[in-house]
């Protein structure tokens, strides 16, 4: 009688996890938002994103960046011509990740603050109100014609570009160990080069 | 000489001393660990929710009429889209967590001259009624634009029904692209 519920039990859970990972969705994606990324006018943020199929069939998509206008926007919310991503277009399988490049570049001539989104807070769950430009991803099974996708948030702060002591400064914190190191081998070089001619004269 | 390298080894000593107490002090750690799960897109599924849908086709309807018995490719024509009170989904639209439901149809060839609106709503109930749908509906008229439908999709929330509204001109047909798109709220 133990063991014919035993078994029992033990069918009842291999049906129960198959049937929990019989339910498979679409795309997966690695990230579902791009806020308050950090650069300076001029300069390019560059990012890698993943996608990964779980649908049995192959499925056909592409990436797309839109603008969501909202009355009363000012300039800073539609940074839309700032980004590409590549490779444009994508078939992908059950089990298969693809890394996509993307590429956010800031142009010369824009001053420093929040750009993309209204604040900092875009990401966060219950902040959809302040989102303004978006990554698009959506696909479809091969030759269908409905779409299913995700909308992700992306904004940029744009920071002053730094001065060239800045610059330096950072360089030195960034290599401080290397550096003391040279200036001791140097120091050493220079005592060893100063006492060769010394005993030459003597 | 001497003092020289007495110096020498006293800056060497002072090097080691500043490298040995940064990894002491890095050494003086805790680890912790947090990790976050992949975002998934809405799949598009039969009105059973077990099959991938790939297309949506609404049946032909008199001029100036509203078309309310789309069919997906999985059940056929045989099982349109019904209202009332044992009411069925054109499709289930599954996710695993809840967002915000955008849409957008795209012209193919035609879809302009032929359709007027399209109309969709997503609900858990399964006795949605017609006059439900149209409190509740949200409406497309632009073709080509993502479009918030102020309706969320949830676990639960996965019956979505859509009608169009078509044209007062006869013996027109058209084809477009539905993009369903999630947004975390």
Same mark, same amino acid.
């Given at each position: 009688?133990?063991?014919?519920?035993?078994?029992? #039990?033990? %069918?009842?859970?291999?049906?129960?996890f198959f049937?929990s990972h019989s339910i498979v969705l679409a795309t997966a994606v690695d990230r579902?938002?791009?806020?308050?990324?950090?650069?300076?006018?001029?300069?390019?943020?560059?990012?890698n994103i993943t996608l990964e199929g779980t649908t049995p069939e192959e499925r056909t998509g592409?990436?797309?960046?839109?603008?969501?206008?909202?009355?009363?926007?000012?300039?800073?919310?539609?940074?839309?011509?700032? +980004?590409? %991503?590549?490779p444009?277009e994508y078939t992908i399988k059950q089990g298969e990740t693809k890394v996509f490049?993307?590429?956010?570049?800031?142009?010369?001539?824009?001053?420093?603050?929040?750009?993309?989104?209204?604040?900092?807070?875009?990401?966060?769950?219950?902040?959809?109100?302040? *989102? *303004?430009?978006?990554?698009?991803f959506?696909d479809v099974i091969t030759?269908?014609?409905?779409?299913s996708g995700l909308?992700?948030? +992306?904004?940029?702060?744009? +920071?002053?570009?730094?001065?060239?002591?800045?610059?330096?400064?950072? #360089?030195?914190?960034?290599?401080?160990?290397?550096?003391?190191?040279?200036?001791?081998? %140097?120091?050493?070089?220079? %005592? +060893?080069?100063? *006492?060769?001619?010394? *005993?030459?004269?003597? | 000489?001497?003092?020289?390298?007495?110096?020498?080894?006293?800056?060497?000593?002072?090097?080691?001393?500043?490298? $040995?107490?940064?990894?002491?002090?890095?050494?003086?750690?805790?680890?912790?660990?947090?990790s976050?799960k992949k975002a998934t897109t809405i799949a598009?599924k039969? &009105?059973?929710?077990a099959t991938d849908?790939s297309?949506?086709?609404?049946?032909?309807?008199?001029?100036?009429?509203?078309?309310?018995?789309?069919?997906?490719?999985?059940? @056929?024509?045989?099982?349109? &889209?019904?209202?009332?009170?044992?009411?069925?989904?054109? $499709? &289930?639209?599954i996710?695993s967590?809840?967002?915000?439901?955008?849409?957008?149809?795209?012209?193919?060839?035609?879809?302009?001259?032929?359709?007027?609106?399209?109309?969709?709503?997503?609900?858990?109930?399964? @006795? $949605?009624?017609?006059?439900?749908?149209?409190?509740?509906?949200?409406?497309?008229?632009?073709?080509?634009?993502?479009?918030?439908?102020?309706? &969320?999709?949830?676990?639960?929330?996965?019956?979505?029904?859509?009608?169009?509204?078509?044209?007062?001109?006869?013996?027109?047909?058209?084809?477009?692209?539905?993009?369903?798109?999630?947004?975390?709220?």
């Amino acid at each position: 009688m133990f063991w014919k519920k035993f078994a029992l #039990f033990v %069918i009842a859970l291999v049906v129960i996890f198959f049937v929990s990972h019989s339910i498979v969705l679409a795309t997966a994606v690695d990230r579902n938002g791009f806020c308050n990324l950090e650069g300076s006018p001029g300069q390019t943020i560059k990012l890698n994103i993943t996608l990964e199929g779980t649908t049995p069939e192959e499925r056909t998509g592409f990436w797309d960046v839109f603008y969501k206008k909202v009355a009363g926007d000012n300039e800073r919310m539609d940074i839309s011509s700032w +980004i590409t %991503i590549q490779p444009k277009e994508y078939t992908i399988k059950q089990g298969e990740t693809k890394v996509f490049n993307l590429e956010i570049k800031i142009p010369k001539n824009v001053e420093p603050g929040l750009w993309g989104a209204i604040s900092e807070e875009a990401c966060k769950e219950g902040h959809s109100n302040d *989102r *303004r430009t978006y990554l698009i991803f959506k696909d479809v099974i091969t030759g269908g014609h409905v779409y299913s996708g995700l909308l992700l948030p +992306i904004s940029v702060k744009v +920071i002053k570009s730094p001065n060239l002591l800045v610059r330096a400064m950072n #360089f030195v914190k960034q290599n401080l160990l290397t550096l003391v190191l040279a200036i001791v081998v %140097i120091i050493l070089l220079v %005592i +060893i080069l100063a *006492r060769r001619p010394a *005993r030459q004269v003597k | 000489m001497r003092k020289s390298i007495l110096l020498l080894t006293g800056n060497l000593i002072l090097v080691l001393v500043l490298i $040995v107490s940064v990894t002491v002090l890095a050494a003086n750690t805790a680890e912790q660990q947090a990790s976050t799960k992949k975002a998934t897109t809405i799949a598009i599924k039969d &009105q059973s929710g077990a099959t991938d849908v790939s297309t949506i086709t609404f049946p032909e309807g008199d001029p100036g009429s509203e078309v309310t018995q789309p069919y997906n490719n999985v059940n @056929g024509s045989g099982s349109p &889209q019904v209202f009332g009170a044992s009411s069925t989904p054109v $499709v &289930q639209l599954i996710t695993s967590t809840t967002y915000n439901l955008w849409w957008k149809v795209s012209e193919g060839s035609g879809w302009d001259t032929a359709v007027a609106d399209e109309n969709c709503y997503i609900t858990d109930s399964t @006795g $949605v009624t017609k006059s439900t749908f149209d409190t509740n509906k949200s409406t497309l008229s632009t073709w080509g634009t993502q479009t918030n439908t102020g309706q &969320q999709v949830t676990t639960s929330k996965k019956y979505f029904y859509l009608t169009i509204d078509l044209e007062n001109v006869g013996g027109k047909s058209g084809t477009s692209t539905l993009e369903v798109l999630g947004e975390t709220p």
